[in-house]
């Protein structure tokens, strides 16, 4: 069994990809992938829910139940232009009749692509034609960032149609760590870092580097804290922002889980789930939940890669602030993700340690 990218004008064949719009096929192909196998290959069994979108390009594949074979799909027929058997939990066996060539949609982006074609008001490269890179490079990026796919069609037009493009220069510092928080920001082009002084470097200790489609800033918006860290443009680029008010309107309250500690409690004993506790080192060594994990807030971003995508992470600090603004960050980067309504100072046995 092999793999390999796939050619956006491929995907105009199917139904209902010919009717997206040429950014939203752009951004499909790039998490499209075309899968060639051997007949007898199961593409899926009943009762997965797999969240994919299966299309066949070339072959035949059987479609089976309890009592065998049901019906047989076979490429370049208009049973073909549709997704195979797409009912979730899947309710059919899909086997290869044959060689086979088939394509894998992730369903979920598929959906908000469809969905914001339909509801929204202009082509994508509207916002900033005169950018140096394709518009579709930080817009794709940042669709596919599972976080956007908890968010409204109609706020996500929202969040674009509100948002502002600047031009930078490498060396111009965009927010600095200590100043109040204004505006939520995307890189559109360009590359950044991101540093924090700490006591035994004033020049900055580096905690990320950040290209298209990636995003800083919201950590001050959600806490109502000063900036954490300073960001500075390494090259020439370019920037999407968003106000304050418009972030916490628009991209907030989607994108936060608020669970209450006997329900974090079950989903500890029940799931694979882990307290991740946002305080500073001195904060968490002076009393913290048992088997919590401690990546301080302005460390997460760089700790981000060694966190597992299938633990649900419930992100805790004394009042909420600080770990809302973690699970925001988790969550925007693909992660499961809570927050401890009323944080740790509500607890009672927090209160009598």
Not at 40 to 51: A, H, Q, V, W, Y
Request: hydrophobic share 40%; aromatic share 8%; proline share 5%.
């Amino acid at each position: 069994m092999t793999s390999e990218s796939i050619d956006p004008n491929r995907l105009r064949s199917f139904a209902p990809l010919e009717s997206l719009k040429r950014d939203s096929v752009t951004a499909l192909a790039l998490k499209t992938v075309r899968i060639r196998a051997p007949s007898g290959t199961i593409l899926f069994k009943p009762g997965d829910l797999d969240k994919k979108t299966y299309y066949l390009e070339r072959g035949a594949v059987d479609i089976c139940d309890d009592t065998g074979t049901i019906d047989t799909v076979t490429a370049d027929t208009i049973e073909a232009k549709n997704p195979l058997a797409p009912a979730q939990p899947r309710r059919f066996l899909a086997r290869a009749a044959t060689e086979v060539t088939y394509l894998i949609i992730d369903s979920d982006l598929l959906d908000v692509l469809l969905t914001w074609d339909q509801t929204g008001k202009y082509e994508v490269s509207e916002l900033s034609p005169d950018s140096p890179l394709p518009t579709t490079d930080w817009m794709t990026a940042l669709l596919q960032t599972r976080a956007f796919y908890r968010i409204p069609a109609s706020n996500l037009q929202s969040v674009f149609t509100r948002m502002t493009r600047i031009n930078v220069s490498a060396g111009d510092v965009i927010i600095k760590q200590g100043d109040e928080g204004d505006y939520f920001y995307v890189v559109s082009s360009g590359r950044a870092i991101v540093t924090r002084e700490t006591p035994l470097s004033e020049t900055g200790v580096r905690l990320a580097e950040l290209g298209p489609g990636e995003t800083f800033g919201e950590e001050a918006l959600i806490s109502d804290a000063t900036r954490s860290a300073t960001v500075t443009m390494e090259s020439h680029g370019s920037l999407m922002r968003l106000g304050k008010t418009d972030f916490r309107d628009l991209l907030i309250e989607p994108l936060l889980d608020w669970i209450g500690y006997d329900a974090a409690r079950a989903k500890l004993s029940t799931i694979k789930a882990q307290w991740i506790d946002v305080r500073l080192p001195s904060e968490f060594e002076a009393g913290h939940l048992p088997d919590a994990l401690n990546i301080p807030l302005y460390f997460l971003r760089l700790k981000l890669a060694q966190l597992d995508v299938d633990t649900h992470y419930i992100a805790v600090c004394d009042t909420s602030r600080r770990s809302s603004a973690a699970a925001y960050i988790l969550a925007e980067r693909g992660f499961k993700s809570s927050v401890l309504t009323g944080g740790l100072i509500s607890l009672e046995i927090y209160q009598t340690r």
